[in-house]
């Protein structure tokens, strides 16, 4: 069964286009995980897609674990470090991120994560290096408070 928690990554017509020939080129452990997270649209931790895959022959987090760090490999799988959860691209179309800066957003509340990634991320992160001279590689941001929708009923 999956979770029922509100997520704000939305998966359009465009990142279902892509996840189906992404999928043709991926081993089948890989596919099955990759389609336990598109469909979760949450964030899930390993043992979780342990669980949603046992009937698909999954038996051991190695399995699963492999499959997620080849995925994270391609782009098309993100960790949520502060969850130890993992999350779909939300824009699989261009899941080639090539070192660009990934930020997420993640609702206390209701458990809505958000990813973040655009042009204004991009040169607000690369600003800070500039500033600073520090060249950065990989950047993952995770920014925790209330979404909108929970702000608003606060």
């Known amino acids: 069964m999956l979770p029922r928690t509100p997520s704000a ?22 596919r099955l995980v990759f389609a336990a997270l598109t469909r979760a649209g949450t964030p899930l931790s390993a043992y979780q897609i342990l669980d949603l895959l046992r009937d698909d022959g999954f038996r051991a987090p190695l399995q699963v674990y492999r499959a997620l760090d080849q995925l994270r490999g391609l782009g098309v799988v993100h960790r949520l470090e502060s969850m130890n959860a993992f999350v779909a691209c939300s824009h699989a179309e261009d899941h080639a991120h090539h070192g660009e800066p990934i930020g997420f957003t993640i609702c206390e509340r209701c458990g809505t994560v958000s990813e973040i990634h655009d042009a204004d991320f991009r040169a607000f992160v690369e600003g800070i290096g500039a500033r600073s001279g520090f060249r950065a590689e990989k950047t993952t941001v995770e920014i925790r408070g209330l979404c909108a929708e929970c702000a608003g009923g606060a």
């Open 9 to 30: 990554i939305t998966l359009g017509p465009v990142f279902h286009e892509a996840a189906q020939s992404l999928t043709t080129e991926l081993t089948k452990n890989q």
